[in-house]
């Protein structure tokens, strides 16, 4: 931001002042038409505009104020071109096929309209909207425009004057009335929510024109204030700097967080990190169904008994997952569990080699848990795993849409001691799934990543290492866990 003090002649308090604000998208020509205005080359062209500049100039037997903006932000075709005439080459580097336009309108779009007018106390008395006659003016657009100026609060279209450049390009003979009404009725409704104030620009025209257009600009502007019976356009400065503020923390989180998604291969060990996932719990419970809604797709049978471990891979987002679904438990005892199925579930284990990074215990958020119950569950990971199994263990709420609108803490606050004991036995790593959401619910399976990988960072960014295998849990069919992931591929 910079402001510059221009004058000629001697400065007169009884001279007219006038304070103008350009606004307008990528290429338009502010930058040219407020040298046009100001008879002199203070605005640099041929660049970006990138920050509001004021400029103050005594000319024409007025006193000026004229303020520069960045272009405001909104898409721009590619078949708008880069201008051309007395508009191409200013904001955005000139010339191109416009998509480098697109781009310089976000960039300079962080500091917004705000500034500008912020520039030019107590405010200014007309806001020039520059449109360029070389660009397509589409709904796009128009919203855009819309957007910018009610971004300055209430009353700002009453100060509001389009000012059209690039008029040179116009078939000879062509006035502007006519592309106004051959645009369509997205120009056609922004000049009438300008109150039919309109002006034709063209930058090229040098001598005597130049100084005859300019005189009709200011002339014009002149008329729009005696309309607003003198007032120029009030802003609350507190207001519009709060509001500023709040702009480009958000832009900033914006950018934040597409850089980190953007460095997350590299953040969480390499392209891409490998997470490897047990699921374990009761009969019933869901385990191959939220298999499936981790990978994305429906690699597990659910609606059946599982009676083998099966083992599955996907990426997803970012990380190559590979979970292994296990045959359920019984429910209240360790004893009552088959001796095959304890036998599949440590083999399940196994087939994470070198190990699990997570087990998730899955729990419907439906069960309510006794003592009795609560002891099965601990009994049987410590049983089949060890006791430092609790330490890589996270309890999974599955049907979650069971919940309505009560958030699952509060459902942990009603569950009482029992389900409290067992999420400490966790260390309180837990998180729900709606049964009913579809496979590709990415919100929510990348927020259980989050978690996973919180997890493993926690234990010494180690994998969790089993029990060994004895000779109780071989499988029936002498397979080796080498054996078993030769068949597994990254589907």
Request: aromatic content about 6%; charged content about 25%; glycine content about 12%.
């Given at each position: 931001?910079?402001?510059?003090?221009?004058?000629?002649?001697?400065?007169?308090?009884?001279?007219?002042?006038l304070?103008?604000l350009?606004?307008?998208?990528?290429?338009?020509?502010?930058?040219?038409?407020?040298n046009?205005?100001l008879?002199?080359?203070?605005?640099?062209?041929?660049e970006?505009?990138?920050?509001?500049?004021v400029?103050?100039?005594?000319?024409?037997?007025?006193?000026?104020t004229?303020?520069?903006?960045?272009?405001?932000a909104?898409?721009?075709?590619?078949?708008?071109?880069?201008?051309?005439?007395?508009?191409g080459?200013?904001?955005g580097?000139?010339?191109?096929?416009g998509?480098?336009?697109?781009?310089q309108?976000?960039?300079?779009?962080?500091?917004?309209?705000?500034?500008?007018?912020?520039?030019?106390?107590?405010?200014p008395?007309?806001?020039?909207?520059?449109?360029?006659?070389?660009?397509?003016?589409?709904?796009?657009?128009?919203?855009?425009?819309?957007?910018?100026?009610?971004?300055?609060?209430?009353?700002?279209?009453?100060?509001?004057?389009?000012?059209f450049?690039?008029?040179?390009?116009?078939?000879?003979?062509?006035?502007?009335?006519e592309?106004?009404?051959?645009?369509?009725?997205?120009?056609?409704?922004?000049?009438e929510?300008c109150?039919?104030?309109y002006?034709?620009?063209?930058?090229?025209?040098?001598?005597g024109?130049?100084?005859?257009?300019?005189?009709?600009l200011?002339?014009?502007?002149?008329?729009l204030?005696?309309?607003?019976?003198?007032?120029?356009?009030?802003?609350?400065?507190?207001?519009?700097?709060?509001?500023?503020h709040?702009r480009?923390?958000?832009?900033?989180?914006?950018r934040?967080?597409?850089?980190?998604?953007?460095?997350?291969?590299?953040?969480?060990?390499g392209?891409?990190?490998?997470?490897?996932?047990?699921l374990?719990?009761?009969?019933?419970?869901?385990?191959?169904?939220?298999?499936?809604?981790i990978?994305?797709r429906?690699?597990?049978?659910?609606?059946?008994e599982?009676?083998?471990?099966?083992?599955?891979?996907?990426?997803v987002?970012?990380?190559?997952?590979?979970?292994?679904?296990?045959?359920?438990?019984?429910?209240?005892s360790?004893?009552?569990?088959?001796?095959?199925?304890?036998?599949?579930?440590?083999?399940?284990?196994?087939?994470?080699?070198?190990?699990?990074?997570?087990?998730?215990?899955v729990?419907?958020v439906?069960?309510?848990?006794?003592?009795?119950?609560?002891?099965?569950?601990?009994?049987?990971?410590?049983?089949?795993?060890?006791?430092?199994?609790?330490l890589?263990?996270?309890?999974?709420?599955?049907?979650?849409?069971?919940?309505?609108?009560?958030?699952?803490?509060?459902?942990?606050?009603?569950?009482?001691?029992?389900?409290h004991?067992l999420?400490?036995y966790?260390?309180?790593?837990y998180?729900?799934?709606?049964s009913?959401?579809?496979?590709?619910?990415?919100?929510?399976?990348?927020?259980?990543?989050?978690?996973?990988?919180?997890?493993i960072?926690?234990?010494?960014?180690?994998?969790?290492?089993p029990?060994?295998?004895n000779?109780d849990?071989?499988?029936?069919?002498?397979?080796?866990?080498?054996?078993d992931?030769?068949?597994?591929?990254?589907?």
């Amino acid at each position: 931001m910079a402001a510059v003090s221009c004058s000629s002649g001697s400065a007169g308090e009884h001279r007219p002042q006038l304070r103008l604000l350009l606004l307008g998208g990528a290429q338009t020509g502010k930058s040219r038409s407020g040298n046009t205005i100001l008879g002199d080359e203070v605005f640099q062209t041929g660049e970006e505009t990138t920050h509001s500049m004021v400029i103050y100039k005594e000319t024409r037997g007025r006193r000026l104020t004229v303020v520069d903006t960045p272009p405001w932000a909104g898409p721009t075709d590619s078949s708008a071109g880069g201008g051309g005439g007395d508009d191409g080459g200013d904001e955005g580097g000139g010339g191109g096929d416009g998509h480098g336009a697109a781009v310089q309108s976000e960039q300079a779009s962080i500091e917004g309209p705000f500034m500008g007018a912020i520039l030019c106390p107590p405010g200014p008395h007309a806001l020039l909207l520059v449109m360029s006659v070389s660009q397509p003016f589409t709904e796009v657009q128009r919203k855009a425009a819309e957007d910018q100026v009610e971004a300055l609060g209430g009353g700002a279209w009453r100060h509001c004057m389009l000012v059209f450049t690039a008029v040179d390009q116009l078939p000879k003979g062509t006035f502007v009335e006519e592309h106004i009404e051959k645009t369509g009725e997205a120009l056609q409704w922004l000049v009438e929510r300008c109150g039919s104030r309109y002006h034709a620009l063209d930058n090229t025209l040098r001598g005597g024109k130049e100084s005859t257009q300019v005189r009709e600009l200011l002339e014009k502007v002149e008329e729009l204030v005696e309309e607003n019976q003198g007032w120029y356009f009030e802003f609350n400065e507190l207001t519009l700097l709060e509001e500023e503020h709040a702009r480009r923390a958000l832009e900033e989180e914006r950018r934040r967080m597409e850089e980190q998604e953007r460095l997350r291969p590299s953040m969480i060990g390499g392209p891409p990190r490998e997470l490897r996932v047990l699921l374990l719990g009761w009969k019933g419970v869901g385990k191959s169904s939220v298999g499936n809604a981790i990978l994305g797709r429906r690699d597990f049978e659910s609606g059946l008994e599982t009676e083998l471990c099966m083992r599955r891979q996907a990426l997803v987002a970012g990380r190559r997952v590979t979970v292994v679904d296990t045959p359920g438990w019984d429910w209240f005892s360790v004893r009552r569990t088959p001796r095959r199925i304890r036998q599949e579930t440590k083999r399940g284990g196994a087939l994470l080699y070198p190990g699990p990074h997570t087990i998730l215990l899955v729990l419907p958020v439906v069960c309510s848990l006794s003592t009795r119950k609560r002891r099965t569950l601990e009994a049987h990971i410590e049983a089949l795993f060890g006791d430092r199994a609790c330490l890589h263990t996270m309890v999974l709420f599955s049907c979650g849409d069971w919940l309505g609108r009560t958030p699952i803490e509060e459902h942990i606050q009603r569950g009482g001691r029992e389900l409290h004991s067992l999420l400490e036995y966790c260390g309180n790593y837990y998180h729900v799934m709606d049964s009913k959401t579809p496979v590709k619910d990415s919100r929510s399976v990348s927020d259980l990543l989050d978690k996973i990988e919180e997890m493993i960072r926690e234990n010494g960014d180690e994998a969790f290492l089993p029990i060994a295998l004895n000779s109780d849990s071989e499988s029936s069919d002498n397979t080796s866990p080498e054996d078993d992931c030769r068949g597994c591929q990254l589907q």
